[in-house]
């Protein structure tokens, strides 16, 4: 069974940064694509970012592009979203997703191609 677990989320004026972390425990992390969702209030959850396996292959939403970064550090099971210039409609649970598969027709840009998920990690922006 794999285990996800988020870190790094908390309350950030608009404008600020955050650091997000992932790690992943139960079978060989480097062997599979991950990625970062997030949901807001009311909202249905959503695609933020994603990575392949070795780390040279990364997507991002449009509403995010140019200010979020995703990352992965093999060695120690964990993938990373660098958040910068936040504003308050980045404000959501974000949630770290692992699938269980190796190869998506999407691009491991779907809810439906992941497996596994995190127990999410509350992100607000105050304006």
């Known amino acids: 069974q794999v285990q996800l677990v988020e870190s790094g989320g908390g309350l950030v004026e608009a404008g600020g940064s955050l650091r997000l972390s992932c790690t992943a425990s139960?079978?060989?992390?480097?062997?599979?694509?991950m990625g970062w969702f997030r949901q807001a209030p009311g909202k249905e959850r959503e695609f933020v970012a994603t990575?392949?396996?070795?780390?040279?292959?990364?997507y991002y939403a449009d509403s995010v592009k140019g200010r979020f970064t995703i990352d992965r550090d093999n060695a120690k099971n964990t993938v990373y979203l660098q958040m910068n210039s936040l504003t308050p409609d980045d404000t959501a649970v974000y949630y770290c997703?692992?699938?269980?598969?190796?190869?998506?027709?999407?691009?491991?840009?779907?809810?439906?191609?992941?497996?596994?998920w995190g127990q999410g990690t509350q992100v607000t922006v105050s304006s």
């Open positions: 997703a692992a699938p269980n598969k190796y190869y998506s027709s999407s691009g491991f840009h779907k809810i439906e191609d992941y497996h596994y």
């Open positions: 139960g079978r060989t992390f480097s062997s599979y694509s």
């Open positions: 990575i392949n396996w070795r780390g040279d292959t990364t």
